[in-house]
């Protein structure tokens, strides 16, 4: 028989994941993943004007702010075929690119690491073979046996006052964390550098974006960001000098200690690259445009299905037509009125809420599908859509990782291996080495835009009468997001968001086929019924995004997630 | 001279868990203060609430909260009362951080503020919308005064401009 999981954060108040996994033979036999949150921004933006659209979707999330931002600019210049001058584009880039950085560096250190890092060990280490392990890995300077000494006595401090729960895990001790006590400490350390890289990234945002968490400086056309390169209170070379300064050293702690960290760590759980692939079917938009109208990509964009990587479709374009037409959101186990999948431009959210019932409906969630299939987004979709079509600096970075953990691990580590649960952070940090080597080439196209005295920053919108349509997509953190306006008369008339997560965290559909969540818990092993590390561990590498919809203190401490076996 | 920070903590699409950044916009538009105190609409910060509150001498949150009073009871947590809530298992990076944000800052920085008043409003609505209901508008000026209360105990001058309700932009009823 069966024994039934429920993992659930959920407080009275919606905005959360719940996932239930049945578990046989000490494997997930069933799963089912399913969101408690209610959205409803069409209601809140019908009657709208487009140009203020972007205000208001930026607080669908308090961490992604940007990235809602962003797309919802772009679907609006996409319905009225604006294009953005250069230096917007670049300036967009480089908030886009801090912004994930922030993000990835977040969700590998104090999101997801502490899956496989068991804090309980580290007061056992030995710093000093601690820090000569980091030397044999990294060139990092920051690996010092005096630093880990000091990440030590921090740690031993927290046990001390007995509140190891700030680091958010409760899974401490389990049978399935099997680092070094060194490797415990040094993976540590950098969770405590990380908070402080991760920053420097977000800084970047908040001097282009003039405040952060919620951007100001977007507009429908381009960027408010005035050029002056003589003056303080505008873009000048003070702040241009601060932004290349603060990504060079997020540069440095990607390339030194983000992706090796990643590559160890797997190298030391290698079997969790024979688990969690699930959905094979792969799609990513090409992002961080180089030219006004959106034709030309840094980050490459395409789809695979059914893992035939050989046989990868490109996106020539951000608003591919292919990509235009084949989105579709089916509301079949959604607790939403609707018989058929629905195209976003006609997408309607009118709830029926019937309770958790697996068997029929049982998500806020709805299923958006890619030709009729389910999709996995996230970072490996870019990376193995980018690997596939010979993307230079994807295959760069990927090699570099493979070849880091086969060196570690003293096996050949395959780009076949990508498909798995470990293949997500692997991605996630071989974006983020793309990124940043990124970062440094769309600074200098800025500057040298400017050198040739271009100032333009934006290009006024004109709206018609007629009733237009529009999509804006940006490859998030998460995976592809889109957003997609329907105009008349500068109003706004119907208005849908599809975000990486509910490509991921999609319910079954009208076909039965299940979402990536639940895909990709099938199979993966579970040592102990009580305390379901390696389900957080599959469903961390999606790195999830579901509470972002709601966000009330509770003082009485009901925040505890529920963990309940039946 | 105090560093002091007033958060404004909520979604502002999501009926009363905007109140926050409701109060927040109410002060904003009716009082100036003195150097040292800065006044931010954080919306729903997760682990980064850590970046806004390292160095402050004093911190004031203003958020709805879940705690079984009737909507709009404003019930003050002081900093004791915020470290005794339990930290959550976290699913995502984005799940509520105000209590593990301020152990972070107190164990890794030394650094939590001293002086900490969260101003919780008890909510009556969390549907998606733009508004408040009324229950809880009528808490907006009550928590608008506690936080001058506040502020004056912190010995920081404030200077009341109006007392008129100033509509938060996106609050503005949609056109027809």
């Known amino acids: ?566 | 001279m105090k560093r002091v920070l007033i958060a404004g903590i909520g979604n502002v699409l999501l009926g009363d868990d905007g109140v926050g950044p409701y109060v927040l916009h109410q002060l904003e538009n009716s009082c100036s203060f003195e150097a040292g105190v800065t006044l931010e609409d954080l919306g729903t910060p997760a682990l980064d609430f850590i970046d806004h509150i390292a160095g402050l001498d004093a911190l004031i949150v203003i958020d709805s909260v879940d705690n079984g009073k009737p909507p709009a009871t404003i019930t003050f947590y002081r900093k004791n009362d915020l470290a005794r809530c339990p930290s959550t298992i976290r699913m995502d990076t984005h799940s509520p951080a105000i209590t593990s944000s301020l152990a972070a800052a107190e164990i890794f920085y030394g650094a939590s503020p001293a002086d900490i008043l969260l101003i919780g409003i008890s909510a009556e609505n969390y549907e998606a919308g733009c508004a408040l209901s009324d229950s809880v508008k009528a808490a907006v000026e009550p928590a608008v005064q506690a936080v001058l209360r506040e502020l004056e105990r912190l010995g920081v001058t404030v200077q009341r401009k109006s007392k008129t309700e100033v509509h938060a932009w996106w609050s503005e009823a949609q056109p027809a």
């Open chain 1, 1 to 566: 028989m069966a024994k039934r999981i429920t993992i659930d954060p959920i407080t009275r108040i919606e905005g959360h994941l719940r996932v239930d996994v049945e578990v046989e033979n000490n494997a997930v036999s069933n799963a089912w993943a399913s969101c408690t949150m209610w959205r409803g921004i069409e209601k809140i933006l019908r009657g709208r004007d487009p140009r203020d659209a972007w205000l208001f979707t930026q607080r669908f999330c308090g961490v992604c702010t940007t990235v809602h931002a962003m797309a919802s600019v772009r679907s609006v210049e996409d319905a009225l075929k604006l294009e953005v001058p250069l230096n917007a584009q670049y300036i967009r880039n480089l908030i886009l690119i801090g912004h994930a950085l922030h993000d990835h560096i977040v969700h590998f250190y104090q999101l997801s690491a502490l899956d496989w890092v068991d804090v309980l060990q580290i007061p056992k280490a030995d710093p000093a073979a601690a820090s000569k392990l980091a030397e044999s890995l990294s060139p990092w300077t920051r690996n010092s046996r005096n630093e880990l000494k000091a990440a030590q006595d921090k740690v031993k401090a927290v046990a001390a006052s007995g509140q190891l729960g700030i680091f958010a895990n409760g899974y401490w001790g389990h049978p399935a964390m099997r680092l070094s006590p060194e490797v415990n400490l040094l993976a540590f350390s950098h969770y405590l550098q990380a908070l402080e890289y991760q920053r420097k990234a977000l800084q970047v945002v908040g001097i282009l974006g003039s405040k952060t968490p919620h951007v100001q400086t977007l507009t429908v056309g381009g960027v408010t960001n005035a050029i002056d390169l003589d003056s303080q209170s505008a873009l000048g070379m003070d702040k241009l000098e601060m932004i290349r300064t603060l990504l060079a050293e997020v540069n440095q702690f990607v390339q030194q200690v983000y992706l090796v960290d990643v590559c160890a760590v797997a190298a030391m759980y290698p079997e969790w690259f024979k688990f969690g692939s699930g959905v094979r079917n792969y799609l990513a938009v090409p992002d961080l445009p180089l030219d006004s109208h959106g034709s030309a990509h840094d980050l490459p964009g395409g789809y695979i299905m059914n893992g035939n990587v050989a046989g990868t479709h490109p996106f020539k374009t951000a608003a591919d037509p292919e990509f235009r037409q084949a989105v579709t959101e089916d509301v079949t186990h959604s607790y939403y009125q609707g018989t058929k999948p629905l195209h976003p431009w006609s997408g309607e959210t009118e709830p029926e809420f019937t309770g958790w019932n697996g068997e029929q409906k049982y998500s806020w969630v709805k299923s958006p599908r890619f030709q009729g299939h389910p999709m996995q987004v996230g970072p490996l979709s870019q990376v193995l859509v980018g690997y596939a079509q010979g993307h230079p600096l994807t295959k760069k970075y990927a090699e570099l990782a493979l070849n880091k953990v086969s060196a570690i691990a003293g096996v050949h580590a395959t780009p076949d291996m990508l498909h798995s649960t470990l293949g997500r952070h692997a991605a996630r940090a071989i974006r983020a080495g793309m990124l940043s080597e990124l970062a440094d080439k769309h600074w200098q196209l800025l500057v040298d835009n400017i050198a040739k005295g271009d100032y333009t920053v934006h290009n006024a919108p004109v709206f018609g009468s007629s009733e237009v349509e529009g999509v804006g997509t940006h490859e998030a953190p998460r995976g592809t997001l889109s957003h997609w306006v329907v105009i008349k008369d500068q109003k706004i008339k119907n208005y849908q968001a599809v975000v990486p997560s509910t490509w991921n965290a999609s319910p079954r559909d009208n076909n039965g086929a299940s979402g990536p969540y639940e895909a990709s818990l099938m199979h993966n092993p579970i040592a102990d019924p009580e305390r379901p590390l390696e389900v957080l561990r599959t469903i961390h590498s999606f790195d999830p995004c579901m509470a972002c919809a709601c966000h009330t203190f509770d003082p009485e401490g009901k925040h505890i997630a529920e963990v309940k076996v039946l």
